[in-house]
């Protein structure tokens, strides 16, 4: 390299660029016309293949992974719900959070329901934007906002309780009442934990 050129790179010859051209244009191929293409058969014309069901091996054995499609199943059914309210399942329960204890602060709700703090603050936005909310500097700390529901998040709440007891009604008609109540039992030592 001469002194005074580093790091500048030759161009290739004239003659070397050109054949890399004819390479390249090379290698397309012209597409196959319609009447070359191999014919594909239907999807009605295929035979359905019997599929062996699949097997979750040790999962199935495992109370957590039962657990895990339990909620899978409940939040399906809660999120059906709540849709004709536009409330996610978060939302609902920031907001009853928020309505068993008003002049709440963010923190807190965070800690309870184990929601990142800037997640909760998306929510609290979105909760604030459509007026269902209120949330104001606290009295105490400036550095928290206090979360309180409105006139309208209190009635939104109301209309919303009954679709939420026919949620669990159904939970409790798909496993029977009596396997609804020991899972309530069961369950409620994980509700004092965070």
Same mark, same amino acid.
């Given at each position: ?63 957590? +992974? ?18 004709? +309210? ?58 928290? +906002? ?49």
């Amino acid at each position: 390299m001469e002194p005074g050129k580093a790091g500048v790179r030759k161009r290739p010859a004239k003659g070397l660029r050109r054949a890399a051209r004819v390479v390249k244009s090379s290698r397309h191929q012209p597409r196959a016309t319609q009447a070359e293409k191999p014919a594909r058969a239907k999807p009605s014309a295929l035979k359905p293949l019997a599929l062996k069901p699949l097997a979750l091996g040790d999962l199935s054995q495992l109370l957590g +992974y039962r657990l895990r499609r339990a909620q899978l199943w409940v939040f399906k059914e809660f999120g059906r719900q709540l849709s004709a +309210y536009d409330v996610s399942p978060a939302q609902f329960s920031v907001l009853c959070v928020i309505d068993a204890n008003p002049g709440i602060n963010q923190l807190a709700i965070a800690q309870l329901l184990s929601i990142e703090r800037a997640g909760l603050g998306r929510l609290a936005d979105h909760l604030e934007g459509r007026g269902l909310v209120r949330r104001t500097a606290s009295a105490i700390n400036r550095r928290y +906002y206090v979360l309180s529901l409105t006139d309208e998040g209190t009635a939104l709440l109301r209309r919303i309780r009954p679709a939420v007891a026919e949620s669990d009604k159904r939970l409790a008609a798909k496993i029977g009442p009596r396997a609804y109540r020991d899972l309530q039992r069961a369950l409620s030592i994980f509700l004092q934990e965070n």
